[in-house]
Nanobody, 123 residues
Framework: QVQLVESGGGLAQPGGSLRLSCVVS????????MGWFRQAPGKQREIVAV????????SYASSVKGRFTISRVNAKNTVYLQMTSLKPEDTAVYYC????????????????WGQGTQVTVSS
């Protein structure tokens, strides 16, 4: 059974930083592209960043480009989201996701979701 467990959320001040982690079990982690999504209250879930199997290819939503960094350590079955220069509009539940197919690249179909971790940016 595949499980994705996020951690690292919490309260941050505007301009602050947080690092989210997602540990994956039950799958061949290094075969799958991974992504981070977020959902703010009253809004649809949106993609934040994705990373291919090796970490050599990443992509970001325009709203976070230059502020967030996605990375992975395959030996630890873990994907990270480093968030800097946080803004109140970054407040959301952040979800880790594994691509549906073990192709190594992100094709936009999610096979598994984590349970989510709350990030709140407020002074």
């Amino acid at each position: 059974q595949v499980q994705l467990v996020e951690s690292g959320g919490g309260l941050a001040q505007p301009g602050g930083s947080l690092r989210l982690s997602c540990v994956v079990s039950g799958s061949t982690f290094s075969s799958y592209a991974m992504g981070w999504f977020r959902q703010a209250p009253g809004k649809q879930r949106e993609i934040v960043a994705v990373i291919n199997w090796s970490g050599g290819s990443t992509s970001y939503a325009s709203s976070v480009k230059g502020r967030f960094t996605i990375s992975r350590v395959n030996a630890k079955n873990t994907v990270y989201l480093q968030m800097t220069s946080l803004k109140p509009e970054d407040t959301a539940v952040y979800y880790c996701a594994q691509d549906k197919t073990p192709s190594g690249s992100w094709y936009g179909s999610v096979g598994y979701w984590g349970q989510g971790t709350q990030v709140t940016v407020s002074s």
